[in-house]
Nanobody
Framework: QVQLVESGGGLVQAGGSLRLSCAAS????????MGWFRQAPGKEREFVTSISWSGGMTYYADSVKGRFTISRDNAKNTMYLQIDNLKPEDTAVYYC????????????????WGQGTQVTVSS
């Protein structure tokens, strides 16, 4: 059973940056494709980005391209999300997720989820 724990969220002004982390345990991290999703107040959870098990392939939602960067360090069992030029509309709870197959943008295809970390962007 894989456990995922996010960290790094907080309150930041628009234009600022944050780096979120997702620490994994209980499984073979290097076998897992990973993803980030977010849920804004009053909205459904949405796909943000995903990364292959090796880190060699990534995929981004159009709304975050150019500002968000996903990466992973398999030696540390940790995935990251660098968020630059934050906007108020990025305010959401950010969740990391894992699946033991190829990367995906489909929420229902992920097997493991973290508890989420809150990102709040003030204007």
């Amino acid at each position: 059973q894989v456990q995922l724990v996010e960290s790094g969220g907080g309150l930041v002004q628009a234009g600022g940056s944050l780096r979120l982390s997702c620490a994994a345990s209980g499984g073979t991290f290097s076998n897992l494709a990973m993803g980030w999703f977010r849920q804004a107040p009053g909205k459904e959870r949405e796909f943000v980005t995903s990364i292959s098990w090796s880190g060699g392939m990534t995929y981004y939602a159009d709304s975050v391209k150019g500002r968000f960067t996903i990466s992973r360090d398999n030696a540390k069992n940790t995935m990251y999300l660098q968020i630059d030029n934050l906007k108020p509309e990025d305010t959401a709870v950010y969740y990391c997720a894992a699946r033991g197959a190829t990367m995906s943008k489909r929420e229902y295809e992920y097997d493991y989820w973290g508890q989420g970390t809150q990102v709040t962007v003030s204007s």
